[in-house]
């Protein structure tokens, strides 16, 4: 199925027209709260770890800026919608307190950690979050996701090659793969793990100080 698809996009689009298109997705879709995870894909296969990596990131700082600003709209019934959710709210609201380096950290945490970050652009404003440490706590913290992102388009790429009946993996090739995979498996399992933990210890501060 990958392969037909790939020939028609390239065939289709040139490069440029393509990473025009892929970078305004990313930008733009978690505003509309679509997932731009398909995206990050293309732009893997498509661009590699280097050029996809630029591409995604630039992207994906206009993608959390955009609902931060459009937050300042919705700022009385985001902070009406947090009382109704008070043990979520208190781990977004432990972003928004004390210094900026607590907030980065803070908000590195929770991109990190599985909390529905399209969510999080929007509700980051009501938790009094500052613009610098929202923004860069924001790029540090999806870092993984990215990397992730770019191998899986990689990966597609492979398989969609591999199988071509004119075409098959080496023995170095899938050696190669599956510890990719496992590596990177294990990178972000370990990742959201401590940062759940992180934002815990963060939650309960923010309750015994409440």
């Known amino acids: 199925e990958l392969i037909p698809f790939i020939k028609w996009v390239r065939s289709t689009f040139s490069i440029p027209v393509l990473g025009l298109l892929l970078f305004a997705s990313v930008a733009l879709f978690p505003t509309i709260l679509l997932p731009s995870s ?21 992207a994906a700082s206009i993608g959390v800026t955009l609902p931060f600003l459009i937050g300042h709209l919705f700022l009385h019934k985001m902070q009406e919608w947090l009382k109704q959710y008070p043990k979520k709210a208190a781990i977004l609201r432990a972003a928004g307190e004390g210094t900026w380096f607590h907030q980065f950290q803070a908000v590195t945490l929770i991109r990190v950690s599985p909390f529905p970050y399209m969510i999080y652009n929007y509700c980051a404003l009501a938790t009094g979050v500052h613009y610098g440490p929202y923004i860069l706590g924001s790029l540090v913290g999806m870092v993984p996701e990215i990397f992730v992102s770019i191998y899986t388009g990689i990966m597609l790429r492979t398989l969609a090659v591999a199988s071509d009946v004119r075409h098959s993996l080496s023995a170095v090739e899938i050696v190669v793969n599956v510890l990719g995979f496992c590596v990177t498996a294990s990178a972000t399992i370990v990742c959201t793990i401590y940062a759940k933990k992180k934002l815990s210890a963060m939650q309960s501060e923010e309750a015994e100080t409440s």
């Open 38 to 58: 398909p995206s990050m894909w293309m732009a893997g296969l498509t661009f590699g770890y280097g050029k996809g990596f630029l591409l995604i990131l630039s």
